[in-house]
T-cell receptor, first 114, second 114 residues
C-alpha cells in the first residue's frame, strides 16, 4: 500500500531562516502530493498540492517540489516568520485515481523564534 | 470556503463509557472521514464514508463504529471507551472525483478517557 515518511519531528528556526522539510513516499501509481498546515487549536488546512502534471506548487511564500526520481517531495520557504509556527504534514492521495484516501506523514512541528 | 463542524469540542468520559462524536459538513461533499491524531503518529484514518448509509473501514478501526445518517452528518461511536482512545479526533470531508484530493477538516474534538 501507499506510505509516507516524514522524519523531521521538530524543527526550530529563527525568523528569516530558510525552511526545508522533506517527505518520501511509496506508491504504485502517479500520486497527488499535498502539504497541510495545522495551527494550534485548529484542524489541518491545505497549504499546497502538487501533481505529476505540475511538479511544483507555491502558496503563501511556501514552495513544494515533487521529484519522481527520488520519490520525494519537500516543502521550503526562503524566510520564515514567527507566524509560520505550526505543524506541517505531508500527505499522499491514494493511487488508483479515486483519491478517496489520504496517507499522512507523522508531522513536523516548526517553532520560529523572533 | 468549506465548512465542517464538530461537537462536542471537548469530552471527558470514564473507561467503559459510551461516547458519540458528531460531525456535520455543509459543502455537499460526498466523502466524510474520521481521524485520530496522536503525537508521534500523525493523522490516522478510523472510518470513512462516501454517502449516506455507506461505511468504509479505515486503518485503525478497532474499538470504533461509525454511521453516516445523511450526506451532512457523520458520527463516530465508542461503545466501551478505553484510555487508549484518549486522543484528538478530526472529521473531514471531500468532493467526489479523481481531481479532488483535498480534504477539509473540522476543528477537532479532544476526548479524554479516564
Amino acid at each position: 500500500g501507499d506510505s509516507v515518511t516524514q522524519k523531521q519531528g521538530q524543527v526550530t528556526l529563527s525568523e528569516d531562516d530558510f525552511l526545508f522539510i522533506n517527505c518520501t513516499y511509496s506508491t504504485t501509481t502517479y500520486p497527488t502530493l499535498l502539504w497541510y498546515v495545522q495551527y494550534p487549536g485548529q484542524g489541518p488546512q491545505l497549504l499546497l498540492k502538487v501533481t505529476t502534471a505540475n511538479n511544483k506548487g507555491i502558496s503563501r511564500g511556501f514552495e513544494a517540489t515533487y521529484d519522481k526520481g527520488t520519490t520525494s517531495f519537500h516543502l521550503q520557504k526562503a524566510s520564515v516568520q514567527e507566524s509560520d509556527s505550526a505543524v506541517y504534514f505531508c500527505a499522499l492521495a491514494n493511487s488508483g485515481g479515486s483519491n478517496a484516501k489520504l496517507t499522512f506523514g507523522k508531522g513536523t512541528k516548526l517553532s520560529v523564534k523572533s | 470556503e468549506a465548512a465542517v463542524t464538530q461537537s462536542p469540542r471537548n469530552k471527558v468520559t470514564v473507561t467503559g463509557g459510551n461516547v458519540t462524536l458528531s460531525c456535520r459538513q455543509t459543502n455537499s461533499h460526498n466523502y466524510m472521514y474520521w481521524y485520530r491524531q496522536d503525537t508521534g503518529h500523525g493523522l490516522r484514518l478510523i472510518h470513512y464514508s462516501y454517502g449516506a448509509g455507506n461505511l468504509q473501514i479505515g486503518d485503525v478501526p478497532d474499538g470504533y463504529k461509525a454511521t453516516r445518517t445523511t450526506q451532512e452528518d457523520f458520527f463516530l461511536l465508542l461503545e466501551l471507551a478505553s484510555p487508549s482512545q484518549t486522543s484528538l479526533y478530526f472529521c473531514a470531508s471531500r468532493r467526489q472525483g479523481g481531481d479532488y484530493a483535498e480534504q477539509f477538516f473540522g476543528p477537532g474534538t479532544r476526548l479524554t478517557v479516564l
